[in-house]
């Protein structure tokens, strides 16, 4: 059974920073895949960062230069650095990983973890 655990949600002033981590257990397979995706309230769920398996990024325009995403393969793990929070970063952010076990792909989904930044 795959589980993906996020942590280092909170609340945090406008300007701050803060890391979010997300590690994945289980029988994954290989991850080809890695991403953070937030939904703010009464809003779609969007990308906010993607990394993939040989090690290029992605980000939405509205967290560049301010967000940063990273793997550890060893651990399974993806991380988002988030400096320069502003309130519009207010979400749940839920960490979502693509995999493939043979030529089956599968995707998985944390279970969201609240980033509240106050003005």
């Known amino acids: 059974q795959v589980q993906l655990v996020e942590s280092g949600g909170g609340l945090v002033q406008a300007g701050g920073s803060l890391r979010l981590s997300c590690a994945a257990s289980g029988s994954i397979g290989s991850i080809k895949v890695m991403a953070w995706y937030r939904q703010a309230p009464g809003k779609q769920r969007e990308s906010v960062a993607v990394?993939?398996?040989?090690?290029?990024?992605n980000y939405a325009d509205s967290v560049k230069g301010r967000f940063s995403i990273s793997r550890d393969n060893v651990k399974n793990t993806v991380y988002l650095q988030m400096d320069s929070l502003k309130p519009e970063d207010t979400a749940v952010y839920y960490c979502?990983?693509?995999?493939?076990?043979?030529?089956?792909?599968?995707?998985?989904w944390g279970q969201g973890t609240q980033v509240t930044v106050s003005s």
């Open positions: 979502y990983v693509r995999a493939m076990v043979g030529s089956f792909g599968y995707d998985y």
């Open positions: 990394i993939i398996s040989g090690g290029s990024t």
